[in-house]
């Protein structure tokens, strides 16, 4: 028996009809070969790493700012332990010598049923330098007398001097208050004040500005607040003034600011 030839594969589907049906290949030498492009897995790759490097980067920062800060703070601790030790800075004392009130009335005023205060004293603080090496060179100072209450009594002020190491400087200053109008509260207080045996409580409040200077060093203006309590004292009876009771006075001295700038 002579085989049929049949072209494209014919001759096997009809030996064997129940195989699958061969589908025609054609060859196309012009065609080019499929390659998978990479440019996907770069992209995702090339994302990574840039996070990677930035993420890197900010840590690199944060680590060196922190090293830079430490760095600062141990050379100032370290230049503040050798100023301590050189100059052994102290603050300033404040003490009361005298306080004498002159004049002293509480009026109201039937027009409009308001009470007034009229006060005049007269204070006497002496200040000491206790430093070797450092000098103080304030501003005015102003000065205020409050009652128990916080109620103003008195105001004055005094001019600036220079408080040489060692010195003690004595400052003269009257304080008045003219026809200040009072809220009842006030007067409530001020006359339970007025009542007491061991007299009415008086506090001195001073404030100033304060610049240290040492060899060829000054510092920056720095605010201080000297706060004196423990003063008693009785209303004038006639003409003489009334003597305050200071024995017990203590006067407290507070930075207004905590750290000292130093220029040469």
Same mark, same amino acid.
């Given at each position: ?97 005298? %306080?004498?009130?002159?004049? $002293?009335?509480?009026? =109201? +005023? &039937?027009?409009?049923?308001? @009470?007034?205060?009229?006060?005049? *004293? !007269? ?29 103003? %009594?008195?105001?004055?002020? $005094?001019?600036?001097? =220079? +408080? &040489?190491?060692?010195?003690? @400087?004595?400052?003269?200053?009257? *304080? !008045? ?38 060899? =060829? ?48």
């Amino acid at each position: 028996m002579t085989d049929r030839v049949y072209p494209n594969g014919t001759a096997t589907a009809a030996a064997n009809p129940n195989a699958a049906p061969v589908k025609n290949q054609m060859y196309n030498p012009n065609r080019v070969p499929y390659r998978p492009t990479p440019t996907a897995y770069h992209r995702h790759n090339h994302s990574r790493r840039r996070s990677c490097s930035g993420r890197r980067c900010f840590c690199m920062c944060c680590f060196w700012s922190i090293l830079i800060i430490c760095i600062v703070l141990l050379l100032a601790a370290i230049a503040g332990a050798i100023f301590y030790v050189l100059y052994h800075p102290q603050r300033p004392t404040f003490s009361i010598s005298s %306080l004498k009130i002159s004049n $002293f009335n509480l009026t =109201t +005023n &039937s027009a409009d049923d308001a @009470t007034h205060l009229t006060a005049s *004293l !007269s204070l006497t603080i002496s200040t000491k330098n206790p430093n070797k090496k450092l000098i103080y060179k304030y501003d005015t100072i102003s000065i205020t007398a409050l009652s128990s209450n916080q109620v103003v %009594l008195a105001n004055g002020s $005094f001019r600036g001097f =220079t +408080n &040489s190491p060692g010195n003690i @400087t004595i400052i003269h200053s009257p *304080l !008045s208050m003219v026809s200040q109008v009072l809220d009842a509260d006030s007067v409530t207080s001020l006359k339970s004040d007025l009542k007491r045996k061991a007299g009415m409580p008086i506090t001195i409040l001073m404030d100033t500005m304060v610049v240290v200077k040492m060899d =060829t060093l000054k510092s920056k203006r720095v605010g201080i607040r000297v706060t004196c309590e423990g003063i008693h004292g009785q209303t004038p009876k006639g003409k003489a003034p009334a003597v305050a009771s200071t024995n017990n006075a203590r006067c407290k001295v507070d930075l207004r600011i905590k750290i000292l700038k130093w220029t040469f």
